[in-house]
C-alpha cells in the first residue's frame, strides 16, 4: 500500500524568505503526486501535480515541485514566501483503481506560519 | 461557474441519529469520492465511485454509507454505527478522461458535530 511521510508538522518562515516543504512517499510504481493547500476551515486546492515527464512542475501562486525518484521525495518550494501564503499543506500519492481515476493517500500535513 | 458544492457547512447532530451530507458537483466529472479530515491524520478517503449506481469502499467505510443516483449527486450518510463522527468531511470529483493524472477537486467541507 502507497503512504506518505511529511515529516515538518509545523514550519516558520519570514516573509520573503524561500520555503522548502518535505514529502517523502512510498509506492511501487511510478507514482502520480500532488501538493494541496487548504486555508481554515476550507476546502483543498490544487496547487501541482507530477505524473510523467519533466520531473520539475511548476504550480500556481509561483509554487514548483521536484519528482525524485532516487529518493521517493516530491518536496515543494516557494523562492518568496508572502504572508497570504499561511495554511496547510498537504502532499498525496495516488494509485490508479480498476475503471480508472485515482485513490489519493495524503500526508499528515505541514501547517506554514508566515512571520511579517 | 463549475464546481462542488458541499451543504450543509456545519451540521450537529446527538449521538444515535444518522445524518446525511450532501455533495454537488456541475464539473460533469464521472469520478467522486468522500474523506474523513481530523487533526494531524491528514485526509482519509471513506468511499468513492466512479460511475452512477456503483461505489467502493476507501479504507474507512465502517459506519458509514453512500449512493451514487445521478451523476452530480454522492450523499454520504454517517450512521450510528460510526464510532467517532466528529470530524470534518470533504467531498472530491475528478474526470476519467484526459492527461490521467485524475486530479481532484474539493468542495468546501462539512464540519459534523455529534454530542
Known amino acids: 500500500a502507497q503512504s506518505v511521510t511529511q515529516p515538518d508538522i509545523h514550519i516558520t518562515v519570514s516573509e520573503g524568505a524561500s520555503l522548502e516543504l518535505r514529502c517523502n512517499y512510498s509506492?511501487?510504481?511510478?507514482?502520480?503526486l500532488f501538493w494541496y493547500v487548504q486555508s481554515p476551515g476550507q476546502g483543498l486546492q490544487l496547487l501541482l501535480k507530477y505524473f510523467s515527464g519533466d520531473t520539475l512542475v511548476q504550480g500556481i501562486k509561483g509554487f514548483e515541485a521536484e519528482f525524485k525518484r532516487s529518493q521517493s521525495s516530491f518536496n515543494l518550494r516557494k523562492p518568496s514566501v508572502h504572508w497570504s501564503d499561511a495554511a496547510e499543506y498537504f502532499c498525496?500519492?495516488?494509485?490508479?483503481?480498476?475503471?480508472?481515476?485515482?485513490?489519493?493517500?495524503f500526508g499528515t500535513g505541514t501547517q506554514l506560519k508566515v512571520e511579517l | 461557474d463549475g464546481g462542488i458544492t458541499q451543504s450543509p457547512k456545519y451540521l450537529f447532530r446527538k449521538e444515535g441519529q444518522n445524518v446525511t451530507l450532501s455533495c454537488e458537483q456541475n464539473l460533469n466529472h464521472d469520478a467522486m469520492y468522500w474523506y474523513r479530515q481530523d487533526p494531524g491524520q491528514g485526509l482519509r478517503l471513506i468511499y468513492y465511485s466512479q460511475i452512477v449506481n456503483d461505489f467502493q469502499k476507501g479504507d474507512i467505510a465502517e459506519g458509514y454509507s453512500v449512493s451514487r443516483e445521478k451523476k452530480e449527486s454522492f450523499p454520504l450518510t454517517v450512521t450510528s454505527a460510526q464510532k467517532n463522527p466528529t470530524a470534518f468531511y470533504l467531498c472530491?470529483?475528478?474526470?476519467?478522461?484526459?492527461?490521467?493524472?485524475?486530479?481532484?477537486?474539493f468542495g468546501p467541507g462539512t464540519r459534523l458535530t455529534v454530542t
Open positions: 472530491a470529483s475528478s474526470t476519467l478522461v484526459g492527461d490521467r493524472s485524475y486530479e481532484q477537486y
Open positions: 498525496a500519492v495516488g494509485a490508479g483503481v480498476t475503471g480508472g481515476g485515482n485513490k489519493l493517500t
Open positions: 509506492y511501487g510504481a511510478t507514482p502520480y
